[in-house]
């Protein structure tokens, strides 16, 4: 084929399955076919929506024969609210069945939530019983309070050794302070005397 001969063909042809609706107009046969579907589904829903009235009526909530008959969207209403009124009156009651169900239920317990944090006022005052990290914690604070009055006493072998310690560094320190004030006295002497010496070769 030659450059630039090639036209792009737009459309289609007319298509041979087409069938004359109602109004004469021609449709594919697929639309129809869809239609009738869709008639065939309202006409379903009619007719539960009639059995589900006429078990009402056997209930013993058949209306009056003179009350007009309903349209569909009023009857579709009217059975909303129906269901709404009921739901409203099944409602406390429910929670607390929930509530209990959820109580029960193992599955549906959570596993993080503490049962501890649901105290009323008068669990408060009440003495509980306190948990192992608490217990632990409060265990190793009377032992460090013990300890620290025992060591103020000097009853601990740490308190023992720091006394010791202490008597020895007291003893060395008045050693040498007894020998620092002897040399002083010593020295002070020997500068006495070395002063009379003088005084007494210039008398001469």
């Not at 013993?60 to 009056?64: K, L, Q, R, S, V």
């Given at each position: 084929m030659a450059r630039g001969t090639f036209k792009q063909r737009r459309g289609g042809g007319r298509s041979k399955n087409l069938v004359l609706d109602e109004n004469g107009t021609a449709v594919s046969k697929d639309k129809l076919a869809a239609r009738d579907r869709d008639e065939d589904d309202d006409d379903d829903d009619e007719e539960e929506e009639e059995e589900e009235s006429e078990d009402e009526d056997e209930d013993?909530?058949?209306?009056?024969a003179s009350q007009p008959e309903l349209t569909?969207?009023?009857?579709r209403e009217l059975k909303k609210q129906k269901a709404q009124a009921a739901q409203a009156k099944k409602q406390p009651n429910g929670d607390a069945e929930d509530e209990e169900k959820e109580g029960n239920d193992p599955v549906l317990v959570n596993p993080n939530r503490s049962a501890a944090k649901h105290r009323n006022l008068s669990d408060l005052s009440a003495p509980r019983e306190l948990?192992?990290?608490e217990r632990e914690e409060k265990e190793k604070k009377d032992a460090k309070e013990r300890y620290w009055k025992l060591h103020a006493a000097g009853k601990t072998d740490e308190a023992k050794a720091d006394l010791a310690r202490l008597a020895k560094i007291r003893a060395e320190r008045?050693?040498?302070q007894a020998k620092r004030k002897a040399e002083a006295e010593a020295k002070a002497a020997e500068i006495q005397q070395k002063r009379k010496e003088q005084m007494a070769k210039k008398r001469v």
């Open positions: 013993g909530t058949a209306p009056n569909r969207a009023e009857r948990s192992r990290r008045e050693a040498a």
